[in-house]
């Protein structure tokens, strides 16, 4: 699986959009892009994926780059519950391996 | 809420103890898997099962003796566990193995937070 970097914290006010962004540039062409988030002691929770195109749904939007090298999950509205450590994953569907590998993540803090 | 639930959600045993975990998955999902979450440690896939079947065993010591007896449970005996196995076990299910995107996205149950004493 491709090496992805996160920065490790954030703050965002409670009701503003929050972005986190991810680098993923060793990305081959056939790696889809997955979004987890963990709240302590929970587990993992889905997001959303993408491959190429931008994706929307109830709970997020991602926005993938033109050369893929790239990408950023969007939470339109954050709540105080979105405070959680977010993980940018990619991930080789043929790579023969079922292990979803997470990094360290973003730890979001949602002020309110 | 996830369509996994595990049961329990904590559970405390001795070394000498025989005890286990269950998950359920109601989301008509084909594929099961275990992993297990130690404090500052990364995630670690223990099986997986694909329509009942184990298709991977990480080097999982004995003690652990996974069961599934049909597609939407899957079961994790435990016995004569040692101190660092305490951590929380995570099962996840998803439609298929790989196939990717929404085929092989895994969802995840909320965990059993397990202390061997």
């Known amino acids: 699986d491709a090496k992805t970097t996160q920065p490790p914290s954030m703050d965002c006010a409670e009701g503003r959009a929050a972005n986190l962004p991810c680098n993923h540039s060793?990305?081959?062409?056939?790696?889809?892009v997955y979004w987890y988030r963990q709240i302590h002691s929970q587990g993992p929770q889905y997001i959303i994926h993408?491959?190429?195109n931008n994706e929307t749904n109830e709970m997020a939007s991602l926005i993938i780059t033109e050369d893929r090298k790239s990408s950023t999950l969007i939470l339109p509205h954050a709540t105080l519950r979105d405070t959680a450590v977010y993980y940018c994953?990619?991930?080789?569907?043929?790579?023969?391996?079922?292990?979803?590998?997470f990094g360290k993540g973003t730890k979001l803090s949602v002020i309110p | 809420e996830t369509g996994v639930t595990q049961t329990p959600r904590h559970l405390v045993m001795g070394m000498t103890n025989k005890k286990s975990l269950k998950c359920e998955q109601h989301l008509g999902h084909n594929a099961m898997y275990w992993y297990k979450q130690s404090a500052k440690k990364p995630l670690e896939l223990m099986f997986v099962y694909s329509l009942e079947e184990r298709v991977e065993n990480n080097s999982v010591p004995s003690r652990f003796s996974p069961e599934c007896p049909n597609s939407s449970h899957l079961f994790l005996h435990l016995h004569t566990l040692q101190p660092e196995d305490s951590a929380l076990y995570l099962c996840a299910s998803s439609q298929d193995l790989g196939g990717g995107g929404y085929q092989e996205t895994q969802y995840f149950g909320p965990g059993t937070r397990l202390l061997v004493l």
């Open positions: 993408g491959l190429k």
């Open positions: 994953i990619v991930r080789d569907s043929g790579a023969g391996s079922y292990q979803l590998t």
């Open positions: 060793t990305i081959s062409g056939n790696e889809y």
